[in-house]
């Protein structure tokens, strides 16, 4: 089990109204004309006598504290996109001048930044020198600004929300993908957005929507109402003053569902399709102790028989939860109709137990086994011991024997790579391909697990490098990052709120109830005790409570973490698969939802255990790269330049039709993805650098 993910709350609302956001000076149409020619990313006319600029691929961004900048910063982040802060709130910030955007740099013009990202349009103030400078500087070299959330006012070319427009609560309103957004930067997106609403007593969105002014064009709308059926502006672009802004009118944080659906268009846009870092949307979901039992939660003693803290009783002889043949025809099934791929994490020497007790016969493994081309399989230990300390089980919580010196006794490296050995043996001798690079052990034993042991197993690493283990699963919720175990990584999997030990919605909501409701009201108060934790307001109906509050809850998290370019796999397990097999309805809301926001060309990701750790540990890389400062990018006309240190690759995403330079001659870059090229490249042999040519207009 782990604990429920509190509530991040919405971005605070700007009051509704003509006054708190001062107006920027009127547009001139010769203005509009000159804005026409920066969406090919080539300088105003003021500059077209100089040598093509160079142009710094980092973005700057200009934070007040406000959770808009903070959600375009973890998008940048998180995709690797290299950023610089200014920040408003501090005394010592560096002032921004002309000098602190741009110089020059082997006789040419250089912009040290290639987008900008404002809370609003007039961050600095209307008049000041800082507000005059940036503008001067976006207007010569082309630069694009986002103004991350303001108010529908003309200023940024919107009528007020009084002249037809809209402004309140945009909870679980519908939004669409404009026609120019659809062929501009939010093309990824199947045309419906809309917005969250998690509970119908928190408001948990605000915006603006307004009539587009001259100059702007609507990339996000929202019906307004009226008799003539008008629509009005959530997203858009205006163009004005030699100058483009990204113009945000609603509020937002970095979890909310419509931010993440947006976030790689805001991107795009703001980095007119050229930058460093690459995301996409992944799911996995790993199925662990498939052909072992699992212990079912005993609805009155509300506990799970077998764990310390559950008196009495014998987890094998109360009516343990396995799938059966008929469960493993129809995840087959599923998965042929779903089109995606479960990942199935066994232990072979509890199917042989079981099969030992069961008459000799296992019509589960028989099916599995006459099935297994259609899965993945990830060796999960031969009988999932447990690979840490060694026990002691004479107190609860329990904890690391010790010898007579008070040494720490540990499971030993012979057990461990037995385990590891006698899985990969077993399915060898059945047929069934397993990458042995690849492992789950039990409850992620070995590694270590606060606050009973606050060290891995110093036997585990040299275990692992005995059967050619590179990949070891940990838990998320426990170690979020990637780390070294001697020669291998983990690879953090998020769990998932589908219990282990329930195959009914009946069990499964008993515990929930358990675990997230106030002892005044049955509860255990676990979540009154945990800060991390919520408790429900109200037990949940045992008849309804799983389908109505419980896979909405959790297919929302789980695609929380598919679009924010997060690669871990979720984790459940075969109990989930079995009697209601109660993992379905979740996985069906999951992919529903995601194939209704997302277009064709922005499938789901769904890697092996290998390439997510592979992806991690280039994300780190290049991260410290990032923050060495040893990463140098740019680009002159159509020509993109990236050198960083060696061994390192580099994440780039461009338009189609984008180029690679080899010694000899070019290639194609990257792989198609959201209607961009993008893919971790490194410059070719006998190369210093990655250059790109971008296709020509």
Not at 509 to 523: L, P
Request: charged fraction near 20%; aromatic fraction near 8%.
């Amino acid at each position: 089990m782990h604990a429920n993910r509190s509530r991040m709350p919405a971005a605070a609302p700007r009051k509704s109204g003509k006054q708190g956001v001062p107006r920027r000076a009127g547009r001139t149409a010769g203005a509009l004309a000159a804005a026409a020619l920066l969406a090919t990313v080539v300088p105003s006319a003021q500059a077209a006598a100089d040598p093509a600029p160079r142009i710094d691929l980092t973005v700057l961004v200009v934070d007040d504290g406000g959770s808009a900048i903070g959600a375009i910063t973890a998008e940048l982040k998180g995709s690797g996109v290299p950023y610089r802060v200014l920040d408003l709130n501090d005394p010592n910030r560096p002032v921004l001048t002309p000098a602190f955007l741009s110089d020059t740099v082997d006789g040419r013009p250089r912009a040290k930044y290639q987008g900008v990202v404002l809370p609003h349009e007039s961050a600095f103030g209307p008049d000041s020198a800082e507000h005059t400078a940036l503008q001067t500087y976006e207007r010569t070299f082309g630069i694009p600004q986002v103004d991350a959330y303001t108010w529908s006012h003309p200023g940024v070319g919107l009528d007020y929300t009084t002249d037809g427009g809209w402004s309140g609560v945009l909870d679980g309103v519908t939004a669409a993908v404009t026609p120019a957004g659809k062929s501009g930067p939010f093309g990824y997106l199947a045309g419906a957005l809309t917005f969250e609403d998690n509970d119908p007593a928190v408001s948990e969105s605000y915006g603006y929507a307004g009539r587009p002014r001259a100059g702007f064009t609507s990339y996000v709308d929202m019906p307004v109402g009226g008799t003539d059926g008008g629509r009005a502006s959530l997203v858009g672009e205006y163009a004005a003053d030699g100058r483009r802004e990204l113009v945000v009118t609603f509020a937002y944080n970095q979890h909310q569902r419509q931010f993440r659906a947006l976030s790689r268009g805001i991107v795009e846009w703001l980095t007119q399709g050229v930058h460093l870092g690459r995301s996409r949307n992944y799911l996995s979901v790993h199925v662990d102790d498939v052909l072992a039992p699992d212990a079912r939660w005993d609805t009155v003693r509300n506990c799970t028989p077998g764990d310390l803290d559950c008196v009495g009783g014998d987890p094998e002889a109360e009516n343990p939860i396995r799938m059966t043949a008929a469960d493993a025809t129809y995840a087959a099934a599923w998965q042929k109709a779903s089109g995606f791929t479960l990942d199935m994490v066994y232990n072979g020497g509890q199917g042989e137990q079981w099969k030992t007790e069961h008459g000799g016969t296992d019509p589960l493994a028989a099916r599995l086994i006459a099935d297994r081309a259609q899965y993945r399989w990830i060796n999960h230990t031969y009988t999932h011991p447990y690979l840490g300390c060694v026990q002691d089980n004479s107190t609860v919580p329990w904890r690391c024997a010790t010898d007579a010196s008070g040494n720490t006794l540990w499971v030993s490296r012979a057990e461990i790579s037995a385990q590891i050995r006698n899985n990969l043996n077993w399915a060898a001798g059945k047929g069934i391909s397993v990458d042995r690079t690849e492992l789950v052990t039990g409850e992620h034993s070995g590694l270590k697990t606060l606050p009973q042991q606050p060290a891995d197993n110093p036997h585990l690493a040299g275990a692992l490098a005995d059967n050619g283990v590179k990949w070891t699963a940990s838990d998320n919720s426990r170690e979020p990052r990637q780390r070294a175990v001697g020669a291998a990584r983990t690879v953090p999997r998020h769990p998932m709120n589908v219990y282990y030990n329930v195959g009914t919605a009946a069990e499964m909501t008993d515990e929930y109830n358990w675990v997230y409701t106030s002892r005044a009201d049955g509860g255990s108060g676990v979540c009154e005790s945990n800060p991390a934790s919520t408790c429900l307001p109200a037990p949940l109906d045992p008849a309804t409570g799983y389908a109505e509050h419980i896979v909405p809850q959790e297919a929302r998290i789980a695609l929380g973490h598919v679009v924010a370019n997060d690669p871990r796999p979720h984790y459940v397990h075969q109990s989930n698969l079995a009697e209601e097999r109660l993992l379905y309805p979740v996985l069906d809301r999951i992919l529903a939802d995601y194939r209704a926001l997302f277009a064709a060309d922005t499938p789901l990701v769904n890697p092996r255990q290998k390439d997510v750790g592979t992806e991690l540990g280039r994300r780190d890389a290049w991260d410290a790269a990032l923050a060495a400062g040893k990463v140098t990018a740019y680009r002159i006309g159509g020509t993109v330049t990236v050198k960083a240190p060696a061994g390192v690759q580099i994440p780039v995403t461009a338009p189609e039709g984008t180029r690679k330079q080899l010694v000899l001659g070019t290639a194609a870059f990257g792989t198609a993805y959201a209607g961009s090229r993008s893919a971790w490249t490194a410059p070719e042999l006998l190369q210093t650098a990655v250059t790109l040519q971008l296709p020509t207009a």
